[in-house]
């Protein structure tokens, strides 16, 4: 029997089927100190190892099986859920058996879960503006193998619209190949933006068939319960997860 989730973990509000759960960690629950505490569940941040071997158990205890761990590189390769291989480098990950988890780490880039309404396949993308503008949303969804009319979408937490201040290289990234994408930027003047990342999480959904799409509406860099690079730098890893219960 899976333990309790901590009451400060993000559950997703979402017409999910039965039988897929969801989940995204706060700082809230591990033994991480300093920048890291408490739950720190990223291993190439600083933390010390030990600490984070422990935060990742507290988690397991809550779930089916090891999450798959992967080495983010902001692209758009999609791996495998399977428990097999840990460390591959990839940014989503796809699972069609009950039981095993698909995981991303984030402080401020987007976790956008993933399932069909079916119950038969789940995923998970790691949508920062790199690997958004890259298509890391859209993979994830081709390597789910089922119509996009069929697929619901949940953004969970990331930085926000009054916090993400970019470039206009950022916004070429996205108006450069889909003028419409230009509304998600805010102007603040010196060639600066405030950019809207569930927005364009959602024109990227959109734009590849999945219309049911749910959530977006938690800041982290403003809300101190999330881990955020952008506010703090030093700072540890949150975790997006997916699976299907056995």
């Excluded at 089922?146 to 937490?157: F, I, K, Q, S, T």
């Excluded at 619209?161 to 003047?189: Q, S």
Aim: net charge positive.
């Amino acid at each position: 029997m899976s333990a309790a989730f901590h009451p400060d973990w993000i559950v997703p509000d979402w017409p999910a089927p039965a039988g897929v759960r969801a989940l995204v960690t706060t700082r809230s629950g591990g033994v991480s100190a300093g920048p890291y505490a408490t739950l720190n569940l990223g291993s190439r941040v600083g933390d010390e190892p030990a600490c984070v071997e422990r935060n990742r158990a507290v988690l397991r205890a809550c779930l089916p099986s090891e999450p798959r761990w992967m080495k983010q590189v902001h692209g758009t390769r999609v791996a495998g859920a399977d428990a097999a291989a840990h460390d591959v480098e990839a940014d989503a990950a796809v699972a069609t058996r009950a039981g095993e988890v698909c995981a991303v780490l984030v402080a401020d880039c987007m976790p956008v879960l993933l399932c069909d309404d079916a119950a038969s396949v789940v995923a998970v993308a790691h949508a920062g503006w790199r690997g958004l503008s890259a298509g890391v949303v859209e993979a994830a969804v081709a390597a789910m193998r089922v119509p996009a009319r069929r697929v619901l979408a949940w953004l969970g937490p990331a930085i926000g619209p009054r916090a993400y201040e970019v470039g206009g290289d950022v916004r070429e990234a996205f108006a450069g190949g889909d003028a419409g994408a230009a509304d998600a930027f805010a102007p603040l003047g010196g060639g600066k933006f405030l950019a809207d990342l569930a927005a364009l999480a959602r024109r990227r959904l959109s734009s590849c068939g999945v219309g049911r799409v749910y959530g977006g509406g938690f800041c982290t860099a403003s809300d101190p319960r999330f881990f955020s690079f952008r506010r703090d730098r030093i700072t540890g890893r949150m975790a997006g997860l997916i699976w299907m219960e056995r």
